[in-house]
């Protein structure tokens, strides 16, 4: 990892925490609408 993202997520510990699960689940799901045949970008 890069030095310097080391350096921030200490500096930070506190906000960037390890998750101890799955995110809760939301009243509504969020999805990104592809086109079809659509292909992935290189």
Not at 18 to 25: A, R, S
Not at 26 to 41: S, Y
Request: aromatic letters at 4%.
């Amino acid at each position: 990892m890069d030095p310097e993202l080391t350096l921030l997520l200490n500096q930070y510990k506190a906000v960037f925490g390890k998750p101890i699960g799955l995110p809760p689940q939301r009243l509504q799901d969020h999805v990104i609408p592809l086109e079809p045949g659509a292909k992935p970008v290189k």
